[in-house]
């Protein structure tokens, strides 16, 4: 619900709630722990706690399924082996991979996304082959 920010997707969500076509879950606290060990082990580290919560929520129910094109979520997901999908994009993640985060000035590597230490640039979400 906090991903969804314009006031028209909104006042649609809060109706649909209201009138009990969406329900609202919350996922467990040891799915969410499970699933921040897991994205710290790949060095997904810069997924947004909406994301971690639909992962988690995934793991709580019997028969998931998640639609997603954030390739860094998709990742996760393959991960903890719940079944995804892309929505519009088509693009879908074949094989769990390793992240790392680069400079795209100097070409520094880092474990975690932010900034470069030594140029100040974005560091740049890098899979590992
Ligand atoms: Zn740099």
């Known amino acids: 619900m906090s991903e ?3 006031s028209n997707s909104r006042f649609n ?3 649909a709630i209201s009138g009990g076509k969406i329900i609202v879950i919350e996922p467990s606290k040891s799915a969410l722990a499970r699933v921040r060990r897991e994205s ?10 909406a994301d971690l919560s639909v992962a988690a929520l995934a793991l709580d129910l019997s028969r998931p399924f998640v639609f997603t094109d954030d390739l860094a979520l998709q990742n996760l997901l393959a991960s903890l082996g719940i079944r995804y999908g892309s929505v519009k994009l ?3 993640l ?3 991979k390793r992240i790392i985060y680069v400079c ?3 070409g520094r590597t ?3 996304p932010g900034l470069c230490y030594f140029c100040g ?6 899979p590992v082959t």
Do not use: I
């Open 4 to 6: 969804v920010k314009d």
């Open 90 to 92: 088509g693009v879908r």
């Open 121 to 126: 640039n974005r560091l740049l979400r890098r």
């Open 13 to 15: 969500l809060e109706l």
């Open 94 to 96: 074949t094989k769990v």
């Open 104 to 106: 795209p000035s100097c």
């Open 40 to 49: 710290e082990a790949l060095g997904e580290l810069g997924l947004s706690d």
């Open 110 to 112: 880092y474990s975690s």
